[in-house]
């Protein structure tokens, strides 16, 4: 992925005093606009999940359909540029590389050139290849495509044996959805059906495979791009998902869960959010603000903007850095520090508190500043740059990459909830990166944070009511305006109600 040039560097000094000592920290902003999607647009072991009960996890499926340590570091790339996976499409089989999103639901890949991918999937020369004869698009918080509903052969070298149908949208056009830089060519949806389209009736890529495979309703991601700049980096970073179950050997401790609150999204359920040890303190319900979703096809940690201000102010106040640029925090600037000069320790951790599956009681994850102060690039080779990993969302609480790269996240359809816990990869220099602990006491917060979701097919039923109404009301006004010139009150005048309604109508 493409990043801009700077323009210009404006160089100062901050100075702040700790216990009477004085230090200057060097750090140097560049203007310029991040040109970094926020969004790319999304074994079954006995492990106690640290609140309620337990998930049966196996080194492998007892049918022998999938064995979890062949899916091991089966995926490629990092935040900056999305987490993907090879496939073999049709046949014979063209391999691409697809793009692991749990935000969507459509599997779609580029069926036609594009300036920015190296190849794509051939319709033409697949023996297998059914059009269904339906167009399709969907639009994502950046991009969007159009295309071709079909039918296919896949298959996933280093996931599940043996090849399966799937429904395959074949992408014919688009617009800010393929990158500069990127190294995948399509998109796999893991959310729900509700949010296929051109509709639900559209099966999703993992629905299929549960379908046709008999294999747990369960996939898990580890993302391990945590702390390493998407730049820097030659070899893509890479991660694992894992198809019908966890993988015990890529992550510590328990896995904690929280329920899934509605099946469209990953949607979850926010209780608080911490920066250092200083509480928010906001109502629960601004967190949820129209949705809170664990989605890997996000970059940031993406807040709604009441949220956001609040985390801004309360990292000002927590930081040792008390006058910071505010580009830096809108995304619009990077921060600079000589070589070799590390931010993170100026910054505060980041904690998210979860209900968990005992809805009385709640878990907390928290990530490092090395997840949330991401690096970027170098300058000339004497500075290292970073980003704020935070952003304001207009639609929602998104729990992006930014937080996933510290976990190992287990979405665990079957008993509908989400799990957490610490991925072995997210440590740097020796150091864990993420944290979790709990339980907590959920007392002191609503019984019900969320805020109920929005949903397309909702909005499509209150729109026809409401095209309905004013149908009824238009038939009604036209009545009116007609029968006044027919039926008069006892002293001749027109009545006051159609009197009103002519008057409108002039």
Known sequence: MAYSTFISILAFSLYFGVSKCYFAIPLKIYPGKLNVSSELSRRVALTVDGTDGTVLSLASDPSGT???????DNLQGDSGRGYYIEMALGTPGQKVNILVDTGSSNFAVAAASHPFITHYFNTALSSTYQSVG?????????????????????????????????NIAAILSSEGFFLPGINWQGILGLAYPMLARPDSSVEPFFDSLVQQLGIPDIFSLQMCGAGLSASSTADPIGGSLIIGGAEPALYQGSVWYTPIVEEWYYQVEVLKLEVGDQNLDLDCRE????????DSGTTLLRLPA??????????????LIQDFSSGFWDGSKYACWLKGETPWRFFPKLSIYLRATNTSQSFRITILPQLYIQPITDVDGTLDCFRFGLSSSANGLVIGATVMEGFYVVFDRAQRRVGFALSNCAVSGGVALSEIAGPFSAADVAANCSVGPQKEPLLWMISYALMAVCAVILVVLLLLLVLPCRCRAGSGEITDESSLVRHRIK
């Open 306 to 319: 009441n949220v956001f201000n609040a985390v801004v102010d309360a990292i000002t106040r927590t930081s």
């Open 134 to 166: 339906r167009t399709v698009g969907v639009r994502y918080t950046q991009g969007n495509w159009e295309g071709e509903l079909g039918i296919d052969r896949v298959s996933i070298p280093n996931g599940p044996n043996g090849t399966f149908i799937i």
């Open 66 to 72: 999938v064995d979890f340590l062949d899916m091991v």
């Open 287 to 294: 967190y949820n603000m129209d949705k809170a979703i664990v």
